[in-house]
């Protein structure tokens, strides 16, 4: 058994939000700094981290599905397998009691102890760590090494609103904020790396916070870091949106115009049974204020449909909703009830085939508006950053201001800023004509 020996090779696999993107990312650099590879793309590794995501029961499934899949195919020799992420954080006890071949747990605020956990497992000592002590984990990391042109950065994590249908406030524990010092730091490494685009990632980003700084003050300052060209940040919460933020999208050239903000119904009474503490008023007249400071902004949201209780007409004030704002791009999901949640325990839970049809009536109605979205967009002049080579010989694929993805012909290479010119739309990309290149 693999099992017996210290793992040399590793794969991470990284399930769900961006957070877990960059944990994984996290992981594996330490992972690479204790001695370990990579496993190339085709091999089977040593060690599997399975990074998982506990947000809807779907993705509760997989990982579960992937633990019978990977022990199965491993024989023999099964590789070593650690779950980390939100479900470690949630079921680390009952992953260990149900899934015999998982030989590690580990929590998102622990990982940074995984090499110690992994020689354990060596031994044959199974262990689950799903402590949540504040902050220690970044300090106990290896600093960026090596960025691709568009890096992730975790400003803030965890969760105080506890909406009734969310376990977040459960596995990422209280909101915290990493310090602004240490972010700039990380910033500027990420930059030297290689990185020309850099999203803040939170939980509730714009709660971040450090004494008397906000989020926008931390995009300032991040701003003047020279190489540096495009600012994100994703996911922000309607009730931490302050002025600073709103004015930041008028005064900050490189903080990109879009912005995600989810809303999950357009109902309010819907949204007072999920405890958003908004009303879907209230939401559109913040989106009317991003539109002042910055007229030509993206939006972007997050729905949930079927909710306990959630009526045809309910569900129609959220179709209302979808067509008030006319988004660039939103993420929809089913109602799904997780353990320990309020909404778990209430009446009148939505049957499974009237929350389908709402699902697809609802993403109809997005994709409408993306559509429509991308072809308002045909003849706009702008910079495309260029992150990958397409499917065809000599084109190029990358992210406009607006977050849609356009793909070009001609000379680039990666990490470049192409100067493009819209010319044609479809509903999930755009196609570009080269204009000017600025080498990364
Ligand atoms: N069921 C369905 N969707 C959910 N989300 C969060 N919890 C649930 C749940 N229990 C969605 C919300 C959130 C996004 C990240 O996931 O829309 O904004
Ligand atoms: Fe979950 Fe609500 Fe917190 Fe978002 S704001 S992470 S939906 S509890």
Redesign the pocket.
Known sequence: MRQSRAPQTFRVKSFGCQMNVYDGERMAELLADRGMRAAPEGEDADLVVLNTCHIREKAVEKVYSDIGRLVKAGGETPPMIAVAGCVAQAEGEEIMARAPGVGLVVGPQAYHRLPEMIARAAKGERAADTDMPADAKFAALPSRRRSGPSAFLTVQEG?D???TY?V??YTRGAEISRGFSGLLREAEILVEAGAREITLLG??VNAWTDGARGLDGLIKAIAKLPGLQRIRYT?S?PNDVTEGLIRAHAEEPKLMPFLHL?VQSGSNRVLRAMNRSHTADGYLRLLDRFREARPDIALSGDFIVGFPGETNAEFADTLRLVDAVGYAQAFSFKYSPRPGTPAAAMDSQVPREVMDERLQRLQAAINRDQLAFNKASVDRHCDVLVERRGKKPGQWLGKSPWLQSVFFEGEATIGDMAAVELVEAGPNSLHGRLRETVAA
Do not use: D, L, W
């Open positions: 969760c609103k506890f909406c969310c977040v406030p939980q509730n996911t919460h989810p």
